[in-house]
């Protein structure tokens, strides 16, 4: 019963600072859409998909709590089950960090010239995030009761570990492509700590909120605290992502300038877009 209450508590904090994220997401959406008219439909429909399927994801998580709150309030039975409606917000999470790590493979492959090893094992990574992802909801639906969420830790473990191991391999492959454009050419070296930075605090968002999540899974799995960071986890995959769509305005009016106008960086500024 109290392990039970515990796991509502932190479902309940999570969608509300859930909700707090989303107004990022939808501030995110709208600078995109207002800042960057002009680009290429397929990546204009992409970020739109992206949005609705953050917002189904909301929606679902919101509906979970008010099924526990209000149409189950009192029911014991029915309270210590994880619903449907998380069940399947945890399927559009793992889609959306997907999507998200897919994206910034094949950048990778177009700044890279085609570098087949590298974005091999990327998208091995994400892959293999994306079927233990999809193992842990197969493993929920069969099993839904929430004491049940700490028994078998495997297809959770492997989740977050194939999900840093990709977020990692990303940040750090686009810091060594910056850093081997470095020329001897002006100013070239402070574009290139803007980009690196901008990486890696964009990797950050995501790295943290997996490594918290899978500290508090393994350590306290009873309580329900690991359920805050998953519920933000889609919105920290978006927001990173849209942060450095968002951000390529600010960077090509750096490459305009003379001081930093070598092919390379033309290329690195391209790629981005």
């Known amino acids: ?15 509300i600072i859930s ?7 939808l501030a995110q959406t709208w600078r995109y859409f207002r800042t960057y008219p002009k680009d290429r439909w397929c990546m204009k429909a992409l970020v739109a998909f992206l949005w609705t399927l953050d917002t189904a994801q909301l929606a679902l998580v919101a509906a979970s709590i008010y099924h526990y709150t209000i149409v189950w309030q009192g029911d014991i039975a029915m309270s210590s089950h994880v619903s449907k409606t998380f069940e399947a917000s945890m399927g559009i999470t793992s ?54 969420t700490h028994v078998s830790n495997l297809p959770a473990s492997s989740f977050y570990l194939s999900s840093m191991a990709c977020d990692f ?21 402070g574009l290139i700590t803007r980009l690196t930075v901008l990486v890696v605090n964009v990797g950050l968002i995501t790295t943290v909120d997996v490594t918290l999540f899978l500290i508090l899974f393994l350590v306290c799995p009873h309580n329900g605290a ?3 960071p998953y ?10 992502f849209l942060s450095v769509l968002n951000s390529r305005l ?13 092919p390379s960086i033309y290329t690195i500024a391209s790629e981005l877009a």
């Open 1 to 15: 019963m109290e392990d039970t209450l515990a796991v509502l508590a932190s479902h309940f904090i999570g969608v």
């Open 19 to 25: 909700s707090m994220f989303y107004g990022f997401t």
């Open 95 to 148: 889609i959306i960090a997907f999507l998200v790590q897919l994206t910034y493979a094949h950048r990778i492959w177009r700044l890279s010239f085609g570098n087949i090893i590298v974005t091999f094992f990327i998208v091995l990574l994400a892959l293999a995030a994306l079927g233990s992802g999809g193992a842990m909801v197969v493993k929920t639906v069969r099993d839904p009761l929430w004491d049940s």
């Open 169 to 189: 391999l990303i940040a750090a492959t686009q810091v060594y492509f910056f850093h081997k454009s470095r020329t001897g050419i002006g100013r070239l070296g």
């Open 226 to 228: 690991f359920l805050v």
């Open 231 to 240: 519920i933000l986890m889609s919105h920290c995959y978006l927001n990173s």
């Open 250 to 262: 600010e960077l090509r009016e750096l490459v305009d300038n003379d001081d930093y106008a070598c």
